[in-house]
């Protein structure tokens, strides 16, 4: 059972971080992009109201993916990450197919992420989690 909730705490470390590190992405702290850049792709690509949901997509990775490394409200969470990663599959990755390594790239990324949260779900967050010690799970 303990490395069973080691594997979930792992789990939930490397895609909350992941999650994380784009939501940093979207403010320009971390790589290329910017927060002006990415509303002015979503405004490409014909997305309602691009601001708001460009800061809706980065709140969603910024604080779900805190929430998700530290096993915080895991589920309520992770149905929030997997409802980005869908969004961002059908509207950001339309008509790449699945290669990540496509041009334009495809949805492979994002179709990961999401099961892998989904299963994250589906088997709670473990042991070592906040939900665990907050008695939410």
């Not at 708001?52 to 969603?60: G, N, P, Q, T, V």
């Not at 910024?62 to 915080?72: K, Q």
């Not at 309520?76 to 290669?99: C, D, E, K, Q, W």
């Not at 041009?103 to 589906?122: C, D, K, M």
């Amino acid at each position: 059972p303990n490395l069973i909730n080691l594997g979930l705490l792992t789990i939930r470390l490397a895609l909350g971080i992941c999650f994380v590190v784009h939501g940093l992405g979207k403010l320009g702290i971390v790589g290329p992009g910017n927060m002006q850049g990415f509303v002015g792709w979503l405004a490409s690509l014909k997305v309602p109201i691009p601001a708001l949901m460009a800061r809706i997509a980065m709140l969603s990775e910024l604080v779900g993916g805190v929430f998700f490394a530290l096993g915080f409200f895991t589920r309520p969470t992770g149905l929030v990450l997997v409802s980005t990663m869908v969004v961002a599959g059908l509207i950001g990755h339309r008509g790449g197919g699945y290669l990540i390594t496509n041009n334009p790239p495809g949805n492979e990324y994002t179709i990961n992420l999401a099961v892998v949260v989904f299963s994250i779900i589906v088997m709670g967050p473990g042991q070592f989690s906040l939900d665990h010690f907050l008695w939410i799970q």
